[in-house]
């Protein structure tokens, strides 16, 4: 299988190991080793429906594509959201500045007006 197709199960689910997901789809597994998938299937829905949605494809060549596509959408969703966020530091940051400068402004204004009037 390819690398790309194990990348995007790599978090999906650590109750089975995803080589052998794909090999169980692809019929590379033993008699037990498949039982013991369809016994995790049968426990966990997530598994179940991950095998049925593989299942649906109609070739490899889909399976790779449809691969493919997910990996650019969650690469692009990705840089799209460190963009906004960068955005929004930038935009959040003169504020701060501003504020920090009218403090101590009104810390220096109060300590001359202080000053004044205990001299007085």
């Given at each position: 299988?390819?690398?790309?197709l194990?990348?995007?199960?790599?978090n999906s689910?650590?109750?089975?190991?995803?080589?052998?997901?794909m090999d169980?789809?692809?019929?590379?597994?033993?008699?037990?080793?498949q039982?013991e998938?369809?016994k995790?299937?049968?426990?966990?829905?997530?598994?179940?429906?991950?095998?049925?949605?593989?299942?649906?494809?109609?070739?490899?060549q889909?399976?790779?594509a449809?691969?493919?596509q997910?990996?650019?959408?969650?690469?692009?969703?990705?840089?799209q959201?460190?963009?906004?966020r960068?955005?929004?530091?930038?935009?959040e940051?003169?504020?701060?500045?501003?504020?920090?400068?009218?403090?101590?402004?009104?810390i220096?204004?109060?300590y001359?007006?202080?000053?004044?009037?205990?001299?007085?």
């Amino acid at each position: 299988m390819p690398d790309d197709l194990l990348n995007i199960l790599s978090n999906s689910n650590k109750d089975i190991d995803n080589q052998k997901l794909m090999d169980y789809l692809s019929g590379k597994l033993s008699k037990q080793e498949q039982h013991e998938v369809e016994k995790q299937m049968a426990d966990n829905e997530m598994v179940s429906d991950a095998v049925e949605g593989l299942k649906a494809m109609k070739s490899q060549q889909d399976i790779q594509a449809y691969v493919e596509q997910l990996n650019k959408d969650l690469n692009r969703q990705l840089q799209q959201k460190k963009a906004r966020r960068k955005q929004r530091r930038i935009k959040e940051a003169p504020y701060i500045y501003v504020a920090i400068a009218i403090i101590l402004a009104l810390i220096i204004i109060a300590y001359m007006i202080i000053q004044q009037l205990s001299s007085r």
